[in-house]
């Protein structure tokens, strides 16, 4: 029996996972490049209509701005911790608050699996499976996505934005409860790790789609504060399909450039270019902010609090 030599293998094999893993972040950062690059060329071309719409923006617009996401950060998390609980780890309120908002961090780091590894060891050590705070962090997107394109129709118009609707059918099957359960066990099986020992059930995925809500809604008051022109409810559907658009774009950390534009677009019948991209900037501002802040409370009041 004749063995294969390294030359033979080494035609039939793929890339070296080292080379694949390269290739992958040359192509992430050079999707970061050219969005920051086109977004910095669009503010050099209006500078002085975007250093107008700065000028514009009050102190106290921004603060409210700031304690609308607060409030909208914290229904994220809500609706987390209703899929964890769900799955059979309720957590406390404040180590909740502390497990998801300093692992939120992570995704300011390009990649898209820092935040969920980030929760599922420190979920660990209070008791969490990693499997489950797995399966928590992935749900989320599919929810947030499927309330987020349903925010933008009912706000913005069935005329502009109808084309969302072949979307919702695909969402709508995948935060079927049975769905779900099956395709978690499915992964779970391939990678010879334990099924979850509770599914998720109907009610528990309902509650977090009425946090989700709530969340969109309080984003809706945060770009209100800095750009009321257009009324609440056309805020409120304009930052949602300006996250939608820029969560799917996975490649670049929490859809860096991308909800931008997207948001310099919707807000384009409503308000100028120059102010609509102070507007943009100033909403990815105070969303940071708002992250550091949560995180920070969280971990303070966790410390102080230790279950």
């Known amino acids: 029996m004749s063995a294969a030599g390294p030359d033979t293998m080494d035609e039939t094999a793929g ?33 002085d209509a975007v250093v107008a719409g700065f000028a514009r923006l009050t102190w106290p617009a921004l603060a409210g701005s700031v304690a609308a996401v607060v409030a909208a950060l914290l229904g994220a998390m809500l609706t987390w911790r209703t899929l964890l609980a769900d799955l059979g780890s309720s957590l406390p309120l404040r180590p909740a608050a502390k497990v998801f908002f300093v692992g939120q961090l992570g995704k300011y780091i390009p990649g898209a699996v820092w935040p969920v590894l980030a929760q599922m060891e420190m979920g660990r050590d209070l008791g969490v499976p990693r499997s489950r705070s797995a399966a928590a962090f992935f749900l989320m997107m599919p929810i947030q996505l499927a309330t987020g394109l349903l925010v933008t129709l009912v706000t913005l118009g069935w005329d502009r934005y109808g084309w969302l ?38 009610r528990g995925m309902l509650t977090a789609l009425a946090w989700a809500l709530a969340g969109w809604a309080c984003y809706g008051v945060h770009l209100y504060f800095v750009a ?3 009324g609440l409810l056309f805020a409120v559907g304009a930052f949602a399909v300006s996250w939608c658009l820029g969560i799917m774009t996975f490649v670049v950390p929490a859809g860096a450039g991308v909800r931008e534009i997207a948001m310099v677009a919707v807000l384009a019948p409503q308000i100028e270019g120059g102010s609509a991209i102070a507007v943009a900037l100033s909403s990815r501002i105070v969303i940071i902010v708002g992250d550091l802040i949560c995180a920070g409370l969280a971990g303070i009041a966790a410390r102080r609090n230790p279950v």
């Not at 192509?27 to 669009?42: D, I, N, P, S, T």
């Not at 919702?168 to 779970?188: A, C, D, R, T, W």
């Open 15 to 47: 890339p070296p996972a080292g080379r694949r893993s390269l290739v992958g972040k040359l192509v992430r950062l050079g999707f970061l490049l050219v969005a920051l690059g086109f977004g910095g060329w669009a503010v050099a071309r209006q500078w």
């Open 165 to 202: 609707l072949l979307f919702i059918p695909l969402l709508l099957v995948l935060l079927e409860p049975k769905v779900i359960n099956g395709l978690i066990g499915y992964v779970l099986r391939r990678l010879k790790r334990e099924p979850l020992e509770r599914p998720l059930t109907r």
């Open 228 to 230: 009321p022109q257009g």
